[in-house]
């Protein structure tokens, strides 16, 4: 389980269930099967392929996964069959169709069509880091992360989580580093970024594969453009691209974590174990390094 991009949530480990009891609790918010007149259904589903189990704990880590499944129905397929029926009803009665009819045709349509619709289902993972006190959540959508945070709220009868908020914000830190040409404590600039400047059509600039540091990266800040994602390398353990949002994307684990990882043996559940374990670690004390540069939580 290694996440390739990452929202992420401060959480107060004073009153966090232990795994067995989120089990427990996650069991009455099951994923089942979307049914009949339903666009979608939503629950909690193995987070591992190799066990049945809602939750699967490794040390100081237990990782859930919630599920969704939901009718795919084309609106032109839809279309499609109400200018049938349409053109069968003035043929038969001779009379044209108005809005309103055309609206309940619509919607009877959309109702036989349903139960036999197709079905796509997706799946958002996430890792409770008990040792350093976030949730970490395999997405970089806001959106996506939040309705995965608001379910297990909902399942647990509450979690205290927060969004990350720092006393500077990262994209102030992360247009410092650049300016500067280097980082602090375990950090490098690695060769991507993305730059924004000001005014009613914001300016951008992305930079790919290219040596930050070098004259013409740097002064796109000198002409007051600011950093709103940069690619930066932490301890030749990770590497990602860090946006102003805090989120993480297009995350890499170097060799000295796969390797590690797969010394534990290779199993599915000694592999899944390893790496989640591994995972959290890096992240989490990642994280910890990048909040303490970033002056600590904001109060």
Not at 22 to 38: I, M, N, R, S, T
Not at 61 to 87: C, F
Not at 186 to 203: H, N, Y
Request: overall charge negative; aromatic content about 8%.
């Amino acid at each position: 389980m290694w996440f390739k991009q990452l929202s992420f949530y401060p959480i107060n480990l004073q009153n966090l269930p232990d795994a067995a009891t989120v089990a427990d609790k996650l069991a009455e918010a099951a994923f089942a099967p979307v049914q009949g007149l339903e666009w979608f259904s939503e629950g909690f589903a193995a987070p591992q392929a190799f066990s049945p189990e809602l939750v699967f704990p490794a040390d100081f880590t237990w990782g859930v996964a919630l599920k969704k499944e939901e009718k795919v129905l084309p609106a032109a397929v839809i279309r499609d069959v109400l200018d049938e029926k349409v053109v069968q009803i003035q043929n038969a009665e001779g009379r044209s169709v108005g809005r309103k009819e055309k609206q309940e045709l619509k919607e009877q349509i959309t109702d036989d069509l349903l139960p036999r619709a197709f079905t796509r289902s997706s799946r958002s993972l996430a890792v409770c880091d008990t040792r350093h006190g976030f949730l970490l959540i395999n997405n970089a959508s806001a959106n996506r992360a939040e309705n995965l945070l608001t379910r297990l709220r909902e399942a647990l009868g509450g979690l205290e989580a927060r969004l990350p908020n720092t006393r500077q914000s990262p994209g102030s830190l992360m247009t410092e580093w650049l300016l500067q040409g280097a980082c602090a404590d375990g950090f490098e600039l690695d060769s991507d970024c993305e730059l924004k400047g000001q005014g009613d059509v914001v300016p951008t600039v992305k930079v790919s594969k290219q040596d930050l540091t070098a004259e013409e990266v740097v002064q796109h800040v000198k002409n007051g453009k600011t950093v709103t994602q940069l690619g930066l390398v932490w301890r030749d353990q990770l590497a990602f691209i860090l946006t102003q949002d805090f989120t993480l994307k297009r995350i890499q684990y170097l060799d000295v974590l796969q390797e590690e990882a797969e010394s534990h043996g290779d199993d599915a559940a000694s592999l899944a174990f390893a790496s989640q374990v591994l995972m959290a670690e890096s992240i989490g004390t990642m994280l910890t390094e990048l909040v303490d540069c970033l002056g600590g939580w904001q109060e």
